[in-house]
């Protein structure tokens, strides 16, 4: 895609980003991570909340929950949605670390974001 001159949309970021998480393929979605930056902010897709709940989503699932975390809180609150609460919170609970993903919940509630049925 890249070596055709195609630059991603979200749709395709996000499957790759989805892709990774399943696979475990942390180092090839740092490199989408990477990519989406770009070197100086300019990445071929924008950071939305959707491809920011796709990076949280495959960080965690990756077991790289600090990451997880850092792209969560570097999402501003009008982009954070149920999802990317629901994708922080299931990260933290999959890895153990349910007391953060209990106090997560409060916090999304807080927040006004009241969580789905």
Known sequence: MLRSGVRPNRAAVVGVLAACGALGALDQGRWVHALLVG??????AA?????????????AKCGSLDTAKQVFAA??????DVFTYTAMISGLSDHGR????????GQMQAEGCAPTR
């Open 39 to 44: 070197a100086h902010g300019d990445g071929p």
């Open 47 to 59: 950071m939305d909340g959707v491809v920011a709940t796709a990076l949280v989503d495959m960080y």
């Open 75 to 80: 999402a501003p609150r009008g982009q954070r």
């Open 98 to 105: 349910c007391g953060e993903a209990i106090r997560l919940f």
